[in-house]
């Protein structure tokens, strides 16, 4: 059974930074891509990041050149390191990770959710 769970969130003023963690547990870590995802009260949930297994990153515009995704395959974990918060980043942050298909492929979807972790950042 796959299971994820975040830490390292928390409160921080507005240009501070904070470090996320998603530990996997039951899930080959060297297998497919993972990310994060937000969720900002009232708002829908929305891309943040993702790394593949091999460590090629995308980034939503929004947390570009602010937040670093990398990951420990001999570990599985995950991490997302913030830098710059700003107001808006607040939000419930979401480890994901797609599962996989077969030997030679990965879901298109994400699969497995973590938790969540809240991200209180004050201007």
């Known amino acids: 059974q796959v299971q994820l769970v975040e830490s390292g969130g928390g409160s921080v003023q507005a240009g501070g930074s904070l470090k996320l963690s998603c530990a996997a547990s039951?899930?080959?870590?060297?297998?497919?891509?993972m990310g994060w995802y937000r969720q900002a009260p009232g708002k829908e949930r929305e891309f943040v990041s993702l790394?593949?297994?091999?460590?090629?990153?995308r980034y939503a515009n929004s947390v570009k050149g602010r937040f670093t995704i990398s990951r420990d395959n001999a570990k599985a974990m995950l991490y997302l390191q913030m830098l710059s918060l700003k107001a808006e980043d607040t939000a419930v942050y979401y480890c994901?990770?797609?599962?996989?298909?077969?030997?030679?492929?990965?879901?298109?979807?994400?699969?497995?959710w973590g938790q969540g972790t809240q991200v209180t950042v004050s201007s």
């Open positions: 039951g899930y080959d870590a060297n297998s497919c891509e």
């Open positions: 994901a990770a797609r599962g996989r298909v077969d030997l030679y492929f990965c879901s298109q979807s994400w699969d497995y």
């Open positions: 790394i593949s297994p091999t460590g090629t990153t």
